[in-house]
């Protein structure tokens, strides 16, 4: 966390035009240098997530004895991973610091429970604050055991277990960040561990698990929910993974050029996995036009470019049952409903409380200092868009971002269609997810920049 907040302004715009590729999707970078890690010989990755959670992983791995470089012959840059095998891991000389990702940290946890070694993991003020006691109580039916503070939160101590027990577990929320270190434990574990979970969630570990060569199961169970089983230590080898774009970086940008009159943008090559798409659904039903071209599959993901133009949006009541697919895009998604005409009822939204910020809180803090009427409840957000702009922040303001990337980036897309700016206290955490994000708005056209 840099000592120096960086604060960014953002200004009513002239309309949003061109094509654009986005950075690598960060789900799927992680897990690519994860199960790279875990695979025998040499995996390749193209268009990984350059941003500061993605490199945090590959530290870490790199501590835990994986090598790992960037190669950029032939002008074609690629990610190198020796993996040593599940189990491989060899212990770490210092402590794994995950910086700001959840992610990172969770899924670490998950392949250390099973290894015979010792490892201490830590992270950033907000990570620091955040709950593992999610991953350490299946973790720990594994035979592993676990040291944190206050009862659950980073510092953790991992003592993996050298005789791990194959377990069957269900997850009491609806976490694909769970579920997928439940499943990276598994690996080194014999026999067949199965997790159930209540709602269908992200999909990639499943997914790059079976093109690694690994034997997945994945049942539906009535009342919607699923159960995946894996059979343990699988010989993974080595791939070439190419990362799709991430729809959650898309999704700022989609924004913007669904909001800025007379705009018109293509997002190209991004993943489209059916468990990450719900705000596309929840955009179209409140009437935008997104026309998605050039579907194609990317080692088991399907991706396509989205063409967006701008357009008015109506309010809706977004079902409950279609938060986990969305369930980064609600501080994009509140912007949109605050621009639309009427009102836009989200509910089932208790995990927006534990993510990077307490994003319900400060969502609604912010947009309420824009001038926009809405209602937070314990788990709900209710806003009444007028069909118009909201009035944006007068002088020198500036919204409170909670150190949380998709906070700044929402506000920022905010401004572009406000008629007083949108200033916000610092845009350093954007680097965590979306490191070309002000670049590639001001390409486009978005008139953001350093606040005076
Ligand atoms: C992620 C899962 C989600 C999501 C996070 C990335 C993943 O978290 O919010 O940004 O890559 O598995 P939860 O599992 O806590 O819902």
């Known amino acids: 966390m840099p000592s120096e907040p960086q604060p960014l302004i953002s200004r009513k715009s002239a309309p949003l035009t061109g094509s654009v590729s986005l950075p690598g999707d960060k789900s799927i970078s992680h897990r690519a240098l994860i199960l790279g890690a875990s695979a025998v010989g040499r995996s390749r990755v193209t268009g990984l997530l350059e941003a500061e959670d993605v490199m945090a992983t590959a530290d870490a791995l790199r501590q835990l004895g994986i090598p790992i470089e960037c190669s950029d012959a032939g002008g074609k840059r690629a ?88 377990i069957t577990y269900e997850l009491p929320v609806a976490s694909a960040q769970v579920k997928s270190a439940v499943l990276l434990a598994a690996l080194n ?122 357009g008015g949006l109506k309010g809706v009541a977004v079902p409950s049952e279609r938060v986990p697919k969305m369930i980064d895009e609600f501080p994009i998604l509140a912007v949109a409903a605050a621009c639309a005409d009427g009102t836009t009822t989200m509910t089932g939204l208790a995990e927006l409380r534990v993510k990077e910020s307490d994003r319900l809180a400060v969502m609604a803090k912010g947009l309420t200092a824009c001038g926009v009427d809405l209602e937070e409840g314990e788990d709900s957000l209710i806003i009444h868009g007028n069909g118009k702009p909201p009035q944006g922040l007068h002088g020198t303001a500036a919204i409170a971002t909670e150190w949380d990337h998709r906070i700044a980036m929402a506000f920022l897309v905010l401004g572009l269609v406000t008629d007083q700016p949108v200033r916000i206290d610092d845009s350093a955490p954007i680097a965590t997810s979306f490191p070309e994000f002000t670049d590639l708005m001001t390409g486009i056209g978005a008139d953001i920049g350093a606040a005076p």
Do not use: C
């Open 79 to 166: 990610w190198l991973i020796d993996g040593r095998g599940a189990g491989g891991l060899i212990e770490a000389q210092n402590v794994l610091d995950l910086g700001n990702s959840g992610t990172g940290s969770r899924l670490l946890m998950g392949l250390l429970a099973t290894q015979p070694i010792k490892s201490v993991i830590t992270g950033d003020d907000s990570l620091r604050r955040r709950p593992m006691n999610r991953v350490m109580t299946p973790l720990e039916q594994f035979g592993a055991g676990f040291d944190s503070r206050d009862g659950g939160l980073l510092p953790v101590t991992v003592s993996g277990t050298a005789h791990p027990i194959p």
């Open 189 to 310: 574990t014999p026999g067949k561990t199965t997790v159930i979970e209540p709602q269908p969630t992200r999909d990639h570990t499943e997914k790059m698990l079976r093109y690694f060569g690994a034997e997945i199961d994945v049942e539906d169970l009535s009342g919607g929910g699923r159960a995946i089983t894996l059979t343990g230590q699988p010989e993974l080898t080595g791939k070439e993974i190419p990362v799709p774009a991430d729809i959650s970086s898309a999704a700022f940008p989609l924004v913007a050029a669904l909001l800025a009159p007379g705009s018109s943008v293509t997002l190209k090559n991004v993943g489209l996995n059916l468990l990450r798409t719900g705000l596309l659904d929840t955009l179209l039903d409140m009437g935008a036009a997104i026309k998605t071209e050039n579907s194609q599959d990317m080692a088991g993901e399907p991706v396509g470019d989205l063409k967006v133009t701008a």
